[in-house]
């Protein structure tokens, strides 16, 4: 009987971190402007460019201070991504190893882990509408050209020409200013960055075949 009231208290604190899982995915779509068909648009640059100082709890139940983030490019895409996607699949690996009995430290590692496997794909995807001979639209959210806003605050001009209809941007004059700025080399980075912190996880498990497949797709982004 014991056992079994032990067992219901873990489901109940799975169920408790992956509501708020639920909730994160929620706030993602409040985060910020958006335009007149419900797009994400970026928050204006701020004036000056400070430092990246925004920086998520490691207790997953705690809400986010979304105000904190806007205008800082980083921040922001962090933000947006982790709300999305990354707490979902951070939550999901530190359930499972909550569900498996591993340790409450060995838990909040899994947590970052997801997080951070789930910003490096996000930042790889996101460089992919940059690449030579790339047409179409692309996200305004994107870490390439959140990055360039920072620093071109000229680029918001065109951006805001779509908070009507999308229709009305220049895709492809927003392309040519990422390519001619910092933005794709700063993602990369941004993605070299969470990719290393995957890693870094991932060579403290025992050697499996699972754990080789996840180190081989990070290997495939680089």
């Known amino acids: 009987m014991n056992m079994e009231k032990v067992y219901c208290y873990i489901c109940s604190k799975v169920v408790e971190l992956m509501s708020s899982a639920v909730r994160d995915l929620s706030e993602s779509e409040f985060i910020g402007l958006r335009d007149s068909q419900n797009n994400p648009l970026p928050s204006p640059p701020k004036k000056e460019k400070d430092e990246y100082s925004f920086q998520f709890s490691d207790d997953p139940l705690e809400p986010v201070r979304i105000e904190d983030a806007l205008g800082n490019a980083q921040a922001e895409w962090t933000l947006r991504n982790i709300l999305e996607a990354g707490s979902l699949l951070g939550k999901s690996c530190q359930g499972t190893l909550k569900l498996a009995g591993h340790s409450s430290d060995l838990q909040e590692q899994a947590y970052r882990f997801g997080r951070h496997i789930a910003l490096a794909w996000q930042a790889c995807l996101e460089r992919q509408p940059f690449i030579s001979g790339s047409a179409g639209p ?39 200013i990422v390519l001619e700025g910092p933005g794709l080399e700063l993602t990369k980075k941004l993605q070299s960055e969470h990719s290393d912190m995957s890693f870094e996880f991932l060579r403290k498990l025992p050697d499996t075949e699972a754990r080789n497949a996840i180190l081989n797709i990070l290997a495939a982004m680089e």
């Not at 779509?162 to 040519?176: A, L, P, Q």
């Open 138 to 176: 692309f996200s305004l959210v994107s870490a390439p050209v959140l990055f360039t806003l920072e620093y071109n605050h000229g680029l918001y001009a065109e951006i805001e020409k779509g908070y009507h209809n999308i229709n009305d941007v220049d895709f492809d004059e927003i392309r040519r």
